[in-house]
């Protein structure tokens, strides 16, 4: 996959091959906490960190849905913008994205790697050392989650 | 689509000494260095430079006190830290 900056309002994922679109397809679901505590609190954590039980029960009244709604709105956009993932003659595929939906992608992509690690439960030191393609599923989803991470660091680059 | 609060005509820490808490950002391993600095500067306007002490402050003391002031203006700090998907929690200064 080549990634540039085609003009000021787009940016072009370009000749896109079959295992990265996946990855990409796995961006909306990967972000969703559905079935995971341990996503689910990572995403809606406790804001006195359980000191005031009143304070904690408020938000979860309050806040946390318009939290819900911002969350969803970000992965909206990224959805939308999946569906134009379109074929080239090369059986690849090329993506352009506004720039102004790249805060949403930031979003979902954070999210999503929030969700993943925290799913898998991965620990630090799982998430800081040399990526290795060993050992399967585990490792197949720690290299969605850099491979994330490589996607949301180009955005926030065009952001700035 | 909800809007995170907007925070104006911001008081200075010294301003709300009288009902001081922290807005505290606490280490997490997932979240970018440069994603974190971005958001600080977002939420708090802060300069690169400040941005980049909080974060480094997150990132090698486990949490960094970046706001301190009236209780009703930090929960809407760490609302919209919640929001941009960072570890924040408000605590009493004292």
Redesign the interface.
């Known amino acids: 996959m080549r990634i540039s900056r085609v003009d000021e309002q787009t940016v072009a994922l370009e000749e896109i091959d079959s295992v990265v679109a996946d990855l990409l397809q796995k961006i909306p679901g990967s972000a969703d906490p559905s079935g995971s505590e341990a996503a689910s609190s990572r995403l809606f954590p406790q804001p006195t960190g359980g000191r005031e039980q009143q304070a904690e029960e408020d938000w979860r009244e309050y806040v946390e849905p318009d939290l819900r709604e911002l969350f969803r709105d970000a992965v909206g956009v990224v959805e939308d913008d999946l569906k134009k993932l379109a074929p080239t003659s090369t059986g690849l595929r090329d993506l352009h994205l506004p720039v102004k939906h790249l805060d949403a992608w930031i979003h979902a992509l954070n999210q999503a790697r929030l969700v993943l690690a925290a799913r898998h439960d991965f620990t630090d030191e799982e998430l800081e050392r040399d990526l290795s393609l060993e050992g399967g599923q585990r490792s197949f989803v720690l290299f969605q989650i850099h491979f994330y991470g490589l996607l949301q660091e180009f955005f926030l680059r065009q952001v700035d | ?2 809007q ?1 609060p907007t925070i104006e005509n911001e008081p200075t820490t010294e301003d709300a000494i009288d009902v001081p808490w922290n807005v505290v950002v606490h280490n ?5 260095m ?2 974190v600095t ?1 958001i600080f500067q977002k939420v708090f306007g802060f300069t690169k430079q400040k941005a980049d002490v909080h974060m480094m402050e997150v990132h090698k003391q486990g949490r960094s006190i970046v706001w301190t002031g009236a209780r009703e203006r930090a ?1 809407a700090y ?2 919209q830290l ?4 960072l ?5 009493k200064s004292v």
């Open positions: 689509m909800p995170l997490d391993p997932v979240n970018l440069s994603y971005r929960e760490v609302q919640h929001g941009h998907l570890l924040a929690t408000l605590e």
